[in-house]
């Protein structure tokens, strides 16, 4: 069975600061892992992939395999990251594509 | 290009009714994907179709079933609704297993 762990419910920190979102997994093979973001008021969207190894407003995330973790980082918080962060794991075989979410991050940025 | 859409944005049923949710896939995509998320929860995901068959399903009962059209969009169809039937229902679609775009989602309460 695949399962995704965001162990953080709320996570507040200062305009400036690093932040860093957690996210664990639990999966057999070798999984496809995601962030997605949902601002206030839109809908959900991609914010990165695993295997892009993109860079997007200044998130990145890095896959561990040891240590089954896809953490978000960023080094700088901005007012404007403030929202809801999910990380999803899309298996391999028959399970590619089917997203399984964790319970999500609501991220507040203070000015 | 014309977004993933989704109808209606709200919808008030009584236990035991049936329902019918609909999603208008992005233009060029061939898959769609059924989410279900309840409050305070990630998404978790029902079915998913692929070009008018369905390929793969979640852990939800058999009165939860989908269509999908030659045009891409789909139903996803709830029979004897439960009051643990209320949540936020998203579709995603996609161009064969690539990104997943989400639609605003379709909010279900049972009374």
């Known amino acids: 069975a695949q399962r995704v762990t965001q162990p953080e419910k709320l996570l507040s920190v200062f305009k400036g600061a690093p932040v860093e979102l957690k996210c664990n997994y639990s999966?057999?093979?070798?999984?496809?892992l995601f962030w997605y973001v949902q601002y206030s008021r839109q809908r959900l969207q991609l914010l990165l992939r695993?295997?892009s190894r993109e860079s997007i407003k200044g998130f990145t995330a890095d896959l561990n395999k040891g240590e089954t973790s896809f953490h978000l980082k960023k080094p700088f918080a901005q007012e404007e990251d403030s929202a809801m962060y999910y990380c999803?794991?899309?298996?391999?075989?028959?399970?590619?594509?089917?997203?399984?979410f964790g319970q999500g991050t609501i991220l507040t940025v203070h000015p | 290009e014309t977004g993933v859409t989704q109808s209606p944005t709200h919808l008030i049923k009584t236990r035991g009714q049936q329902v019918t949710l609909r999603c208008s896939s992005q233009?060029?995509?061939?898959?769609v994907s059924w989410y279900q998320q309840a409050l305070g929860q990630g998404p978790q995901f029902i079915f998913q179709?692929?070009?008018?068959?369905?390929?793969g399903r979640g852990n939800f009962p058999p009165r939860f079933s989908g269509l999908q059209f030659p045009n891409y969009s789909s139903e996803l169809n709830v029979n004897a609704l439960e009051l643990d039937d209320s949540a936020l229902y998203l579709c995603?679609?996609?161009?064969?297993?690539?990104?997943?775009?989400f639609g605003p989602g379709t909010r279900l309460l049972v009374l």
């Open positions: 695993h295997i």
């Open positions: 999966y057999s093979g070798s999984p496809e």
């Open positions: 999803a794991l899309s298996g391999g075989g028959t399970s590619y594509g089917k997203l399984t």
């Open positions: 995603a679609s996609s161009s064969s297993l690539a990104t997943q775009y």
């Open positions: 233009s060029g995509h061939n898959t």
């Open positions: 179709y692929y070009r008018e068959e369905e390929n």
